[in-house]
């Protein structure tokens, strides 16, 4: 397997191979005498055609190339081996005894990385394969990095394009709040922006989840602050009403008010929220808001009557978003209020319904974000 392509755990573990070409029995031999122990692994190779054949094969970390060989010399190998994508990285030093400008030249047009001169100092060559050895393969784990971080980044969108699927399954079944998790979720991260570092912790229970602060810690440290944070928001925000799915239509559709009986099963929709997502993994951290929404700050809200900072931040800012877009929108059985309307209504919530230290913040943030959005729709 190519070094390229390795885990980087194996890659940290597995020696650098080295590929050794001369065609004099004692020059390998004394190459072999200096490496051997030094914690690479050796192959060798008597003239350019084996050359070229074991590298291909092989797909050394490095290689040692006469320059003076019968058939082929060092520079022709040297010219073939970068004319191949798989080796065209690979560290080649020439080892010879042209020590003239001209041929240092050739040798450099070739593809050569370094020179060392026959006879060779031995601590000198010892010094210059590790050197190279050394940064080849450093090179070789930020490439392994990159492409893991790529594919972490293809997996996310992977799984936002899926919870993005599930809420427009659960749109075109309630037509009623049709577009409802898009603009919510919108607002929801535009007001988790305007909270900064100090003001989450300000805000923040201190028995805050434990897992999230863990998670969280170990996002940040990957990905930067703050940023896994609001993905975990987003998908939360985007997710806030799956549990509707489990409701039957009879009730979710009904056109008039619902029955005493009707309510209980309407408000599991947050447990089943819950129990559908609880399992997957990457949506634990997300789960604060399906199912802690409709919780209020007075302790009266559901499914389990959580009260003040028992109720998760996330959830505390997400059912200000909540209810402002719900007034804010058009329904079949009301027209949409001033916002005006909607702030003033919110105001008389605060410290019941919702968190009083939120309200004001919320208020601005939400005022700014309208604004924005109609400019955007302006042009």
Known sequence: MHPASRPAEKMVEEKSLILIVDDLVKVRQAMESLLVGQGYQLEFACDGKEALQKASTLLPDLILLDVMMPNMDGFEVCRHLRADSRLAEVPIVLVTALDDQESRLKGIEAGADDFITKPFDRAELRARVKTITRLNRYGKLREEHQRLLEAYTELQLTYDATIEGWVRALDLRDKETEGHSQRVTHLTV??????????????????????????????????????????????????????????????????????????????????YAHEWLSP??????????????????????????????????????????????????????????????????????????????????????AEAFDAAEAGKIKE
């Open 280 to 365: 997957i993994s990457y949506l634990l951290p997300a789960l604060d808001i399906p199912y802690g929404h409709h919780e209020k700050w007075d302790g009266s809200g559901y499914p389990r009557g959580l009260r003040e900072e028992e109720i998760p931040l996330a959830a505390r800012i997400f059912a200000l978003v909540d209810v402002w877009d719900a007034l804010r929108s058009d329904r079949p059985y009301r027209s949409s209020w001033p916002k005006e309307k909607v702030a003033e209504h919110i105001r008389k919530l605060s410290g019941t319904h919702f968190d009083p230290r939120l309200v004001e913040l919320f208020l601005t943030t």
């Open 190 to 271: 535009h007001v988790a922006r305007a909270l900064d570092e100090g003001e989450l912790h300000l805000y923040e229970s201190a028995e805050h989840n434990r897992r999230v602060a863990d998670m969280t810690i170990e996002m940040a440290e990957s990905l930067g602050a703050g940023q896994d944070e609001l993905q975990h928001l987003r998908r939360g925000a985007l997710l806030h009403d799956i549990g509707k799915l489990g409701v039957p239509d009879s009730i979710l559709l009904k056109p008039g008010p619902l029955t005493a009986e009707e309510w209980v099963v309407m408000r599991r929709h947050p447990i």
